[in-house]
């Protein structure tokens, strides 16, 4: 049996007033159940029980797991990869208004097959990308002619050498949560910034899909933000938070994951109109968006 992590306190705040929210599946690999706790101090979500940073790689060997497969296999995989195609160039000009940067030094971490730093590099940009999967590395290197760094680099890179630090959600899969913040403001130049896109489960498409929400994605993600907890683990490293910019198109994904996890199928008219639904509860406020892109600076 693989060892695994049951946390006893928050690991973004320490508290120990914790207690379980609800139970989740794993709907992409395993079909196996984890618990999911919140923090009753800083409303992190985090899953339980799940396996350590050195037994987790099986949870992501699947052909649906798009990050690392670039797989366009069904409707909802080819619709993914369009909207990707729409946003890439939208992240790039969020970083270059953002950073007042344009060809500077980016690192982006967890850079999955790679389509994001090709993006970046092809706009003049100098770019380290860091991936812990070699198939993924792989096909990186094969689909979009990136070379991309295995992830173990991360402490070596040097301080204060990067504009822009990117972590397309990334955060809420990183066993060493603590550690991690602390090397990402290491790397960060003074005026640099940091841009962390996570899943909200405080969104309204999270609300309508409860325990069958598709951004619960456990084991993989070990952590489900709120906006609160994301601003707690931000002024606990001593950075600021900037900005929160909306990720439209993920409430669409989300809702189409999550309306096939529940009913067996997709409901297409169903999860556009959730999708949709969400977004306009966001219109008013950024913090209900189904994902949200935290921009961060020290």
Not at 186 to 209: H, M, Q, W
Not at 231 to 255: A, C, N, R, T
Request: aromatic residues 12%; glycine residues 6%; contains cysteine.
């Amino acid at each position: 049996m693989a060892p695994f992590i049951r946390y006893t306190h928050c690991p973004v705040c320490g508290s120990a007033d914790i207690k379980q929210a609800l139970v989740a599946k794993d709907y992409t690999v395993s079909g196996e159940t984890f618990p999911i706790a919140i923090c009753n101090v800083c409303t992190l979500q985090f899953t339980q029980d799940v396996p350590d940073a050195a037994s987790v790689s099986p949870y992501y060997k699947s052909e649906n797991y798009i990050s690392h497969t670039n797989t366009s296999k069904g409707l909802i995989n080819r619709l993914y990869q369009w909207v990707r195609k729409r946003t890439l160039k939208q992240k790039r000009k969020l970083i270059e208004k953002a950073t007042g940067v344009t060809g500077g030094q980016l690192l982006d971490v967890g850079s999955g097959t790679g389509a994001f730093v090709k993006e970046m590099k092809q706009q003049g940009w100098t770019v380290t990308g860091l991936e812990p999967d070699a198939d993924a590395r792989k096909v990186s290197l094969e689909v979009n002619g990136v070379e991309l760094t295995d992830i173990s680099q991360f402490y070596q890179l040097p301080a204060a050498a990067y504009d822009a630090i990117t972590l397309w959600h990334v955060l809420e899969h990183v066993h060493e949560l603590q550690a991690y913040m602390a090397q990402l403001k290491k790397l960060l130049k003074e005026k640099g910034r940091l841009f962390i896109a996570v899943p909200n489960y405080t969104s309204k498409d999270a609300d309508i899909y409860k325990e069958f929400w598709a951004a619960y994605d456990v084991p993989r993600h070990l952590y489900h933000f709120s906006p609160q907890s994301i601003q707690v683990l931000v002024e606990k490293h001593g950075l600021k938070l900037y900005q929160h910019i909306p990720m439209w198109y993920d409430s669409f994904y989300i809702s189409m994951l999550s309306s096939k996890y529940k009913n067996g199928k997709t409901n297409l008219v169903a999860s556009f109109f959730n999708g949709l639904r969400s977004n306009l509860k966001a219109t008013g406020d950024v913090k209900r968006c189904s994902s949200v892109i935290y921009v961060i600076g020290k």
